[in-house]
């Protein structure tokens, strides 16, 4: 994944969309202001499922249909915090990230969930991001890493047990 030295890593396996979406809640709990989530992956590997569970544990309506912002690049949801939801697929071009607001979103007191994150330089995204990877193992069954800083890790997964992850450093 080209991560630096100083990144650490924990890597969950979800058997289902529930478990995903109930992953993401508790990660949910633990977010702040201006925090970025780098979320990288195939298509039908899990981003726009996990983003769902963000928009839950930060209180969005579940009146509000969180989906996919293929289309239109960016969803906002409100909440404790609200989600600035990107999806970066169709952008080909760093002046196209300047030209949907992509940088002033980022610190503009939500959180960033940024699908297609790859398509970013990593040195373009905010100190103290987290990427998360997902991949498809099976029907139902992803694999879901998460990179950061060892600081960072343990912040975001405070509230999640730690049985239920391998932890790579």
Not at 31 to 41: E, I, M, T
Not at 45 to 55: I, M
Not at 108 to 130: H, N, Q, S, T
Request: net charge positive.
């Amino acid at each position: 994944t080209g991560l630096s030295a100083s990144m650490s890593t924990a890597t969950f396996v979800s058997n289902s969309e529930k478990e995903t979406l109930s992953l993401a809640v508790k990660i949910a709990a633990n977010l702040k202001k201006n925090d970025c989530l780098a979320l990288v992956g195939n298509f039908g590997s899990g981003k726009t499922v996990f983003v769902k569970g963000l928009a839950c544990g930060l209180g969005t309506s579940k009146n509000i249909y969180v989906c996919s912002p293929s289309f239109v690049i960016l969803k906002t949801y409100p909440g404790r915090l609200p989600i600035y939801h990107f999806d970066l697929y169709r952008l080909n071009h760093a002046r196209d990230l300047e030209n949907i607001g992509l940088f002033e979103f980022m610190s503009a007191g939500g959180v960033a969930a940024i699908e297609w994150a790859d398509k970013i330089k990593r040195l373009l995204l905010p100190k103290g991001y987290l990427r998360i990877e997902f991949s498809v193992l099976g029907r139902g069954k992803r694999s879901i890493k998460f990179c950061g800083s060892e600081a960072s890790l343990k912040r975001f997964l405070k509230r999640v047990k730690p049985w239920t992850y391998i932890q790579n450093t």
